[in-house]
């Protein structure tokens, strides 16, 4: 049974770097079948989806986000990372790592990790 | 972007009953469109691709239709697990947009 799990810190200040990783278990990252992905979800609010990769690198970001975002996979880990730079308390949200078919249709995702941007 | 709009942003139904949600594309998609279903602190989980193709395992009292820009997802016969919000997303392009919700809880 595929499983995902995000993990990193929990708090970051106004201006750094947010840096989360999902390890995924349960089946292979780089199946050729499948995209992976981060999507977040700011408290009470709606769902945005924010890039996907593809094991062999292949990169799609959202453009609203795209200067800041950089998605990268380690396949020897069966990992794949999320970077958020410049970060302001706009980015507080739940995380969540999922693996994505069709690109974009997010078929199994991760438990999801808040992360609060505060000083 | 394309704009996703969803209707009604909340319905209160009975166990039961015949539940239908819109989903309105700002362009036209085709059948590249997406249902999810988020229970209270839980992540979202994927029910319909591709306008009107169910997931595996997921119950056929849901199902999804149309194209284009107006598209539907109906619950036949709503059963008490079915209290949640309800997301559509686009995929036809970058960004993959979700609309913004709708809340199904017990009348």
């Known amino acids: 049974q595929l499983q995902l799990q995000e993990s990193g810190p929990g708090l970051v200040k106004p201006s750094e770097t947010l840096s989360l990783t999902c390890t995924v278990s349960?089946?292979?990252?780089?199946?050729?079948?499948?995209?992976w992905g981060w999507i977040r979800q700011p408290p009470g609010k709606g769902l945005e989806w924010i890039g996907s990769?593809?094991?062999?690198?292949?990169?799609y970001y959202n453009p609203s986000l795209k200067s800041r975002v950089t998605i990268s996979v380690d396949t020897s880990k069966n990992q794949f990372s999320l970077k958020l730079s410049s970060v302001t308390a706009a980015d507080t949200a739940v995380y969540y790592c999922a693996r994505h078919e069709r690109i974009a249709v997010a078929d199994s995702w991760g438990q999801g990790t808040l992360v609060t941007v505060s000083s | 972007d394309i704009q996703m709009t969803q209707s009604p942003s909340s319905l209160s139904a009975s166990v039961g009953d015949r539940v239908t949600i819109t989903c309105r594309a700002s362009q036209g998609i085709s059948s590249w469109l997406a249902w999810y279903q988020q229970k209270p602190e839980k992540a979202p989980k994927s029910l319909i691709y591709?306008?009107?193709s169910l997931q595996s395992g997921v119950p056929s009292r849901f199902s999804g239709s149309g194209s284009g820009t107006d598209f539907t997802l109906t619950i036949s016969s709503l059963q008490p697990e079915d209290f949640a919000t309800y997301y559509c997303q686009q995929y036809n392009s970058s960004p993959f947009t979700f609309g913004p919700g709708t809340k199904v809880d017990i009348k």
């Open positions: 990769i593809y094991y062999s690198g292949s990169t």
């Open positions: 349960g089946g292979s990252i780089s199946s050729s079948s499948y995209y």
């Open positions: 591709a306008a009107s």
